[in-house]
């Protein structure tokens, strides 16, 4: 992403670059053909008006880039600033990798109908770890994995990726939609648009679902004491 958005920086400077200095050229040429004009046979009226135009156009496009640029600049501004909000927000996303930690890992599987699944886990090298068939309803589902593999071991924590291919009662092939959740914690704004960081997974902003904002629990309320530290007692009655 970071490498695209230089490319696509350098590319607008060469042609702003490109644009000035044929505007440039252009009022040197103009300047010129005043200077060294015959007076017995001046420019014509009318290719005097289009190049005026011309020069006006050519201005003005000029300013144009230059008022673009600066709405860019206030909109990335504003991405930026609306992803941070998302630091420390439990989301849910398009994607099929996600973490395995303490000894689970959640995807969310979306059918359009009832389907036959075949999954496969993945490793971060591509390698299947765990297959499994399993039948799946019209709508969306949590699909949970243990981290054990299919040949009885136990995986170690990193990411891992889910694939799901389907088929429906009559044997056509069904789309299955894969999300993730997690706890979005940082984000990149180096690049042309703002990354979330959940977990290890880097994701934009088009791609959330739902957002969860975590509530902090406050802590219960201490029981007042005395100055000395003692519990303060009831007098005793006395009787009459």
Same mark, same amino acid.
């Given at each position: ?9 350098? +590319? #607008? $400077? ?9 505007f ?10 005043? #200077?060294?004009?015959?007076? /017995? ?10 190049? =005026? ?14 008022? /673009? ?9 504003g991405?930026?600033?609306?992803? =941070? +909000? ?8 398009d ?8 000894? /689970? $890992?959640?995807?969310? /599987?979306?059918? *359009? ?6 999954i496969?886990?993945?490793? %971060? ?22 981290? %054990?593999?299919s ?14 291919? $389907? ?5 056509n ?11 979005? @914690? ?7 648009? *703002? !990354? ?9 902003? @088009? ?6 904002? !975590? ?6 309320? &201490?029981t007042?004491?005395?100055? &000395? +530290?003692?519990?303060?007692?009831? *007098?005793?009655?006395? $009787?009459?």
């Amino acid at each position: 992403m970071a490498v695209s958005g230089i490319g696509a920086s350098s +590319g #607008q $400077a060469v042609s702003r670059q490109t644009l000035a200095t044929n505007f440039e050229a252009f009022l040197t040429l103009l300047t010129t053909q005043l #200077q060294h004009q015959n007076p /017995l046979e001046p420019l014509d009226t009318n290719q005097f008006t289009q190049q =005026l135009v011309s020069f006006a156009g050519v201005e003005q496009q000029l300013r144009t880039n230059d008022q /673009l640029e600066s709405l860019l600049t206030l909109q990335k501004v504003g991405y930026n600033v609306t992803a =941070l +909000g998302f630091v420390g927000a439990h989301v849910t996303v398009d994607g099929s990798t996600t973490e395995l930690r303490d000894g /689970l $890992a959640v995807w969310y /599987l979306s059918s *359009p109908s009832t389907a036959s699944a075949h999954i496969e886990i993945q490793d %971060k090298d591509g390698n299947a770890v765990y297959t499994e068939t399993k039948a799946l309803n019209t709508g969306t589902a949590p699909f949970q994995w243990n981290g %054990k593999t299919s040949t009885g071991t136990v995986a170690p924590a990193g990411t891992y990726k889910i694939v799901v291919t $389907a088929q429906d009662p009559s044997g056509n092939p069904v789309a299955i939609g894969t999300s993730f959740s997690g706890v979005v @914690d940082q984000v990149d704004v180096s690049g042309e648009e *703002p !990354l979330l960081l959940i977990g290890s997974t880097l994701t934009t902003m @088009d791609k959330i679902r739902s957002v969860q904002r !975590l509530v902090e629990t406050p802590p219960p309320a &201490e029981t007042p004491e005395d100055p &000395e +530290g003692e519990e303060t007692e009831e *007098p005793e009655e006395t $009787a009459t």
